[in-house]
């Protein structure tokens, strides 16, 4: 009976665990399109989306061009704070070709000055770092000096 209970939690143990080839689905790239590392140049690195009402949801999309030697894949873009979103092209860009990400900032529940950074993840030496400005009013909250 022993000998039954250790087979089957060995068995659970390796089924559940570790799965090497899992494909993750933020991935709809082909691996074959990664063949080396590559740079990424945007045309603005910094918005400034100026005043906003809280609550108010605006967007911006940055343009940037592949001015490396092979095809550029965005594999992941983080950013500082829930209140950003972005978008990008989950297919390879090649060489000298124009992408885009969209950046969409939520400004409910802030004030003040807002800066939040995005960080992309792609085959390229360096990370490379966006980001946005905005000056956020918020009439429900009033600071006294």
Not at 23 to 39: A, F, R
Not at 91 to 113: A, M, N
Not at 126 to 134: G, N, S, T
């Amino acid at each position: 009976m022993q000998k039954a209970f250790i087979i089957v939690l060995i068995l659970i143990t390796f089924s559940c665990g570790f799965d090497n080839n899992k494909s993750d689905d933020k991935k709809s790239y082909d691996q074959s399109d990664i063949t080396g590392i590559t740079n990424i140049e945007f045309n603005e690195e910094i918005h400034d989306f100026g005043y906003l009402k809280s609550g108010e949801i605006v967007i911006f999309t940055f343009s940037f061009t592949n001015t490396g030697e092979h095809n550029l894949v965005i594999k992941d873009i983080k950013s500082d704070c829930g209140c950003v979103k972005a978008k990008f092209s989950k297919e390879s860009i090649k060489p000298y070709q124009t992408g885009y990400i969209e950046v969409e900032f939520d400004s409910s529940g802030l004030f003040g000055k807002q800066f939040k950074s995005i960080e992309i993840h792609a085959n390229t030496k360096e990370l490379k770092h966006l980001a946005i400005f905005a000056e956020v009013e918020n009439e429900q909250l009033e600071i006294k000096y």
